[in-house]
């Protein structure tokens, strides 16, 4: 699935004009060029590498990530986009947790879609596995904090957790709105969207 959703992407941008790899994206503070090679350096860094990577940066993931995407950007973005395109079958990752790699492929994915107006969407058994992991884990984002104390169900695939008020949706943008990406909040439906944004801060503070 990771390998797929890689493929998919590169596919995407192999067209892309040179000002449309300076787009921003959906991920504050870069734009699409640095969100691909971000994407590079997470299949390139294996468990030991990330760990002195990590202790290098003081335990700051931002400088951490920001010195590997910055190791992973090309002179050109051509020359950024065939960096990702060798890594695409990579298996390479700093820990076992398959479906949070996935989940940083699908989001980031669809963080250089959005803005660029590519109308692409994820698998959804691929969504379906990121889901689950979201709602039981804050990882490298806080998913499980986000949608604390709510019941999610996917409109369109098998997913489905929690107790509490409920917040309906596609998978994909259960999946965006538990990254953080306020941009898919209002594809979502029922009494628990106003917790949700609340805690994106798109709405009235909610705990």
């Not at 734009?31 to 335990?59: C, N």
């Amino acid at each position: 699935m990771i390998h797929s959703a890689r493929r998919s992407l590169a596919e995407d941008l192999a067209h892309l004009g040179a000002e449309q790899w300076h787009t921003p994206s959906l991920c504050s503070d870069w734009d699409v060029e640095h969100v691909v090679a971000h994407l590079t350096a997470g299949a390139t860094v294996g468990r030991l590498r990330w760990l002195r990577s990590i202790v290098g940066a003081r335990f700051r993931p931002a400088v951490h990530n920001e010195r590997r995407l910055r190791e992973q950007l090309g002179a050109t973005p051509a020359q950024t986009l065939e960096r990702f395109r060798a890594v695409v079958e990579s298996t390479t990752a700093p820990s076992k947790d398959t479906a949070a790699y996935l989940g940083e492929v699908l989001v980031h994915s669809q963080d250089v879609r959005v803005p660029l107006g590519i109308q692409s969407e994820p698998d959804v058994d691929a969504l379906t596995h990121v889901a689950h992991f979201f709602a039981r884990r804050d990882f490298a984002v806080q998913s499980r904090s986000m949608v604390r104390g709510l019941r999610l169900r996917a409109t369109d695939g098998r997913f489905a957790v929690g107790d509490g008020p409920a917040v309906e949706g596609p998978t994909l943008a259960l999946v965006m709105t538990m990254a953080g990406r306020d941009a898919y909040v209002g594809q979502l439906d029922g009494p628990g969207r106003t917790t949700v944004e609340g805690r994106l801060g798109t709405g009235p503070a909610s705990g």
